[in-house]
């Protein structure tokens, strides 16, 4: 499975095609330090005022910050607001 | 827009625990539970908002994620409308406010006029009226070509009208009619005759046959051109005389003007009276007549409900302020009363001797009797005096 998705970057990347499409990879926009985007999500792992851990297919992503917010959320995309200190991928 | 969406429907606030309160989010998302605002409370206890609608359904999730819902808070319209339930009278109160919008947006509580340049708007206004238009009418009924055609009737001055309602608001828009140019007929006999009194000092006769001379002193109404053009073979022939007579002409006019006047001084003293217009009744909240006792003048303010260019409420709020003022006598220069009347003089000689006259020569003269300055304008001038004139039949 892994080599797959591997391949698949590979081939989104040769492609020049977006990976968020073609891999599976979720898409991480951040407006300022205030406002986070995360497209193409599987769902919340983990949630507090000071972090939050996303699960993006292959990678998780987190967020580290102050009087973090879930604002919205549906099926592919979420919407964290607070203070963004950092992000990192796991 | 999905917030005022959330409102009208109506929306839960909810305090969900478990091990993992987070299990309960994603399992909301995969089940198409749309939720908002989730708040970190600890790490077993979230807050989030879901629509009413879908608590049920989040119920069910939860039991499925191992939570408990603790406490549900409703909000939204849905909650202020079931606390309105039991208030019979409000609800009457409301549905009577809406009951009367609704009435009186099928009214007319404003009627503009515009469009018109020569013919008044309360000359229109009252024409409307008589075809059925004015304040208070019912709108619905109102039908633009009848109504066209009976102002039309009543006021030939207009060539065209439309009535455009919006609310409770006409615009009438008016066209009037072009008048219709006078239509010279070049084959009817006219002779030219003076204008004025004069010394003839330039003569054009372009058709018929001169009766005066360069250098005669004519009389008003005196024959200048006649229209018989004789003939040596045949009977004399009647012509539409045409002619250009310039002649010289004297003017005396006199202006008088009192050297004193009165003027107005405000006391500072001033009374404000109120009333109230519901429709066409007015409601007077003051006793006594609105004649004011002593010197004074009236400003009337008229205010009414609308919403500007939309939508007008038969309610019109009236303020009458009346400034006392005392009247004392002031002397006004002299040189001053003497110019102005000068000037007033000369503008009404210009307008005498047209625009093709010319003053050759003026000089004023001034006298002073009982406080009244009089001035007098005598002036020599050149101007056109020739005037068509019909002969008469025979």
């Known amino acids: ?90 | 827009m999905e917030r005022i969406i959330d409102t009208i429907l109506g929306y839960v606030r909810i305090e969900v625990s478990g091990v993992r309160p987070v299990v309960l989010l994603n399992l909301c998302t995969d089940s198409g539970v749309r939720f908002w605002a989730v708040e970190y409370v600890d790490s077993f206890t979230l807050r989030l908002i879901i629509r009413s609608r879908h608590l049920s359904r989040l119920e069910d999730l939860a039991r499925r994620g191992q939570c408990t819902v603790n406490w549900v808070k409703p909000c939204g319209f849905p909650v202020h409308l079931k606390k309105l339930r039991r208030r019979y009278v409000l609800i009457a109160g409301m549905l009577a406010c809406l009951g009367a919008l609704l009435w009186s947006s099928l009214h007319i509580w404003e009627i503009e006029v515009r469009g018109n340049e020569k013919v008044p708007t309360w000359q229109i206004l009252g024409a409307l009226d008589e075809c059925g238009v004015g304040i208070g009418s019912f709108w619905p009924t109102i039908s633009t070509e009848g109504i066209r055609s009976q102002v039309q009737l009543i006021l030939p001055e207009l060539s065209w009208l439309t009535v455009n309602v919006t609310g409770s608001r006409a615009e009438v828009i008016v066209r009037e009619r072009t008048p219709k140019p006078e239509i010279v007929d070049e084959k009817a006999a006219y002779d030219i005759v003076a204008g004025k009194t004069g010394i003839i000092s330039e003569m054009r006769v372009y058709r018929g046959v001169a009766a005066a001379n360069v250098g005669q002193t004519v009389l008003a109404g005196e024959k200048l051109v006649s229209c018989y053009v004789p003939s040596s073979f045949a009977p004399p022939r009647l012509v539409h005389a045409l002619a250009d007579v310039t002649a010289r002409t004297w003017y005396e006019i006199t202006a008088a003007a009192p050297l004193k006047y009165w003027e107005k001084v405000y006391t500072g003293r001033e009374s404000t009276k109120y009333a109230l217009i519901l429709g066409t009744k007015r409601i007077n909240f003051y006793l006594n007549s609105g004649i004011p006792e002593a010197n004074c003048d009236k400003i009337i303010t008229v205010e009414q409900l609308k919403l500007e260019n939309i939508f007008a409420l038969p309610v019109k709020l009236v303020r009458e302020t009346c400034l006392e003022f005392e009247t004392r006598t002031v002397s006004e220069d002299r040189d001053r009363v003497r110019s102005r009347l000068e000037a007033r003089l000369m503008s009404n000689l210009l307008e005498r001797i047209g625009r093709e006259g010319k003053v050759v020569s003026s000089d004023y003269s001034f006298s002073e009797k009982n406080g009244l300055l009089t001035v007098t304008l005598r002036a020599q001038c050149t101007e056109q005096i020739a005037l068509e004139q019909p002969i008469a039949p025979q």
């Open chain 1, 1 to 90: 499975m892994k080599k797959k998705m591997g391949l698949a970057l590979e081939v989104a990347e040769a492609f020049d095609i977006p990976p968020e499409a073609a891999a599976g990879m979720p898409k991480l926009t951040i407006t300022g330090c205030r406002r986070a985007l995360i497209e193409n999500h599987r769902g919340i792992l983990e949630y507090s005022r000071e972090n939050v851990v996303i699960k993006g297919g292959r990678v998780q992503v987190r967020i580290w910050g102050e009087g973090l917010e879930l604002k919205a959320m549906n099926k592919t995309d979420l919407v964290i607001i607070g203070q963004i200190f950092s992000v990192s991928f796991d």
